[in-house]
């Protein structure tokens, strides 16, 4: 799965997003800030929990 995190603008920002995939126990995943982007490879974790727990850190999923 892949999602545009469109006001992702700083090596903070990716370093939370990242901390927040671990914590859901996503153990391969890539976050492209030049991109904005955030790819997920996971079959443990569902689409909406992975949006879910981005946009509870305040980011904006396009």
């Not at 903070?12 to 901390?19: G, P, V």
């Not at 859901?24 to 992975?50: C, H, M, P, Y």
């Amino acid at each position: 799965m892949e999602f545009r995190v469109t006001n992702m603008s700083c090596g903070h920002c990716k370093m939370t997003i990242e901390n927040v995939l671990r914590d859901l126990g996503v153990s391969s995943f890539a976050v492209n800030l030049e991109q904005k982007t955030v790819r997920v490879d996971s079959n443990e974790v569902s689409e909406k929990a992975v949006k879910q727990a981005i946009q509870a850190k305040g980011y904006d999923i396009a």
